[in-house]
């Protein structure tokens, strides 16, 4: 399995390599007229991409969060409901 893990790996940093070379064509970027610069096209498809993926993870922060909250209830429901399952089931072996 790490053989397999290794030859995928190294043909994702090949296909990378290769669009990394194929892209250093220079790029002009302009921000509100304010800024323009000039970078490499696959450095800015690299930022373009980390900025994708930040904002995808904000946005999904909220819902990560509400959602621990709620298995975190859930589980101390289940321990409470577990001790008192518990604790009724020694009752009734007494009687």
């Known amino acids: 399995m790490k053989v397999v893990r ?3 790996n190294l043909l994702i940093f090949i296909l990378l390599l290769v669009l990394a070379l194929d892209n250093i064509q220079t790029v002009t ?3 509100y007229s304010l800024y323009t610069f000039q970078v490499p ?3 800015a498809m690299v930022i373009f991409i980390l900025m994708g993926v930040i904002i995808g993870i904000l946005f999904n922060l909220g819902t990560n969060l509400k959602l621990r ?3 975190y209830s859930l589980k101390r429901k289940l321990e409470k409901d577990e001790k008192s ?3 009724k089931s020694e009752v009734d072996q007494v009687i």
Do not use: E, G, S
């Open 41 to 43: 096209l696959i450095i």
């Open 69 to 71: 909250t709620q298995i």
């Open 29 to 31: 970027i302009n921000l």
């Open 6 to 8: 290794l030859i995928v």
């Open 85 to 87: 399952h518990k604790a």
